[in-house]
């Protein structure tokens, strides 16, 4: 139904998290024999310790929705084809977006953060948000996710060890204007136009993103003409991407891209 012969996969990385998170997985995908690019966000390509610091966080606050689809297209636009994109978390619903746009073959969207629309199952996940991007005690255009933040919501089901070694090596600050735009027009999907191949991804232990939220983002789609699908995974958190057991969804998304394509 939806002919390709793209070869190219683009990694979209989310938020309080270096691109560099994704270093298994682009080597998973290369030895599969795809050609694998994963750009850091807009004014975030140095390490994580570098991007503590506050000259560089200053940058990184003034990151928007917006940039990020902009920055985004731009990048898509030079690769010699439609990229098949994976997106985490915030960069889920920025593969949503782009989906939308038909700049993708196909997109997998990993624990994504969901669009804009009414669901009860969104109230964990905007109580977080809210106290991200929201903080009126605050005047800093970033907010530093704490290790306990790290361990409670994001990394959790974990050991205490693995949980300090990938927050010391991959968190960085956010920008709040980048989360306040979840809350707005530029994050909408409209769920009955036709679209590349998607798949929904959740995880059971998602502090964050709950697998009923995921499963409700999933059956919004709505157009009967193109390939929407869901997947869960049991016994992991928000950040699979660096769970010890991460070849799990990646070999799923192997095998659901050799059917489609």
């Known amino acids: 139904m939806y002919p390709s012969n793209s070869k190219t996969i683009m990694f979209v990385s989310g938020a309080f998290v270096s691109h560099n998170y994704w270093e298994n997985w682009i080597l998973f995908f290369e030895n599969q024999g795809y050609k694998v ?24 606050g003034s990151i928007t929705l917006n940039n990020l689809l902009s920055y985004y297209e731009e990048i898509i636009e030079i690769l010699p084809e439609k990229p098949v994109l994976i997106g985490h978390s915030y960069g889920g619903l920025l ?7 038909d700049l993708a073959a196909a997109g997998i969207c990993i624990n994504s953060f969901p669009p804009s629309g009414y669901t009860a199952f969104k109230f964990s996940y905007l109580k977080h948000i809210f106290k991200f991007s929201c903080n009126l005690l605050s005047l800093k255009m970033t ?62 232990e998602d502090q964050m993103i709950s697998p009923k939220l995921v ?3 999933y059956k919004k789609y709505r157009n009967v003409h193109a390939i929407t699908c869901y997947k869960s995974f049991d ?19 192997l095998k659901w891209l050799d059917k489609i394509f």
């Open 37 to 60: 690019v994963a750009p850091p966000w807009i004014h975030k390509n140095d390490n994580a310790e570098n991007l503590r610091i506050e000259n560089s966080s200053t940058k990184i």
């Open 95 to 101: 593969v949503q977006l782009l989906v939308q746009k």
């Open 143 to 204: 907010y530093n996710l704490s290790f306990r933040n790290w361990q409670n919501i994001f990394y959790n089901a974990t050991s205490n060890e693995q949980q300090l070694k990938t927050y010391q090596k991959y968190w960085i600050p956010e920008s709040k204007k980048a989360l306040r735009g979840l809350f707005s027009g530029k994050a909408k999907i409209n769920f009955r136009k036709k679209h590349a191949p998607i798949l929904l991804i959740s995880c059971s």
């Open 215 to 217: 499963y409700w983002n």
């Open 235 to 253: 016994d992991q958190n928000h950040f699979t991407i660096l769970h010890p057991e991460w070849e799990a969804p990646a070999e799923h998304i």
